[in-house]
């Protein structure tokens, strides 16, 4: 499968604890994004990469989010101290940096609950 | 920053009938793109539009960019249940997604 896979499919944890998020992209791709999705809402954009350069984050990120793509291949996104409102799907995307843009192929995404 | 918004939120129809979900935006796009979500699912990229005035179909589907592009439409003819799901519309400059239109069809 030559998807986008993201890891783990579901995450359960306590309130103030800190969860890690894995995203693998097309392996072609060069670009790579995080979104956040509640219930009836669009993907909320977190942040973009392009290679291992993070080049924008949302200004609605607070600092208790972080997110690194070290060799420009895989991300991963750090909550810390998780909160209540935390909880939603958080969605990994990948393209192929081009002009015009091109379209994002999304993985299934990580499930987060906070009990 | 880019405001996308997308009209109506909601949509029921009977199998058959047609629908269309508007997209619009507060500025100037350089290109759009629709994605499609199944219930459960992920996000599943529809088409991209670039031009003014663009028009693609994709079988049962119009899809249209504004002369201005500043908005764009989705067109479903003769609604199966298979088009259940939310359709998002994305100014790809911003990577900003609308809340989607969410299309349910009665059988």
């Known amino acids: 499968d030559t998807g986008v896979s993201q890891d783990p499919r579901h995450k359960i944890t306590k309130r103030g604890q800190n969860v890690t998020f894995r995203c693998d992209p097309i392996?072609?791709?060069?670009?790579l994004y995080w979104y956040r999705q509640t219930l009836g809402q669009g993907p909320e954009f977190l942040t973009y990469f392009q290679n291992e350069a993070q080049l924008e984050k949302s200004r609605l990120l607070s600092d208790r989010f972080s997110a690194e793509r070290p060799k420009g291949s895989f991300s991963t996104l750090e909550i810390q101290r998780t909160e209540q409102g935390d909880s939603a799907m958080y969605l990994c995307?990948?393209?192929?940096?081009?002009?015009?843009?091109?379209?994002?192929?999304f993985g299934d995404g990580t499930r987060l609950s906070i009990l | 920053g880019q405001q996308v918004m997308q009209i109506p939120q909601y949509q029921h129809v009977q199998e058959g009938e047609d629908f269309t979900t508007y997209c619009n935006s507060s500025t100037t796009l350089s290109n759009i793109q629709w994605y499609k979500q199944r219930p459960g699912g992920h996000p599943v990229f529809l088409i991209q539009?670039?031009?003014?005035?663009e028009v693609k179909k994709q079988k049962r589907l119009t899809f249209q960019f504004g002369e201005a592009k500043k908005n764009s439409s989705l067109h479903i003819t003769a609604t199966q249940t298979t088009d259940v799901g939310t359709y998002f519309c994305a100014g790809n400059n911003d990577m900003r997604f609308g809340a989607g239109t969410r299309l349910t069809v009665k059988p």
């Open positions: 539009l670039v031009k003014s005035g």
């Open positions: 995307a990948s393209s192929f940096m081009a002009d015009p843009d091109q379209p994002q192929h």
């Open positions: 392996s072609e791709h060069n670009r």
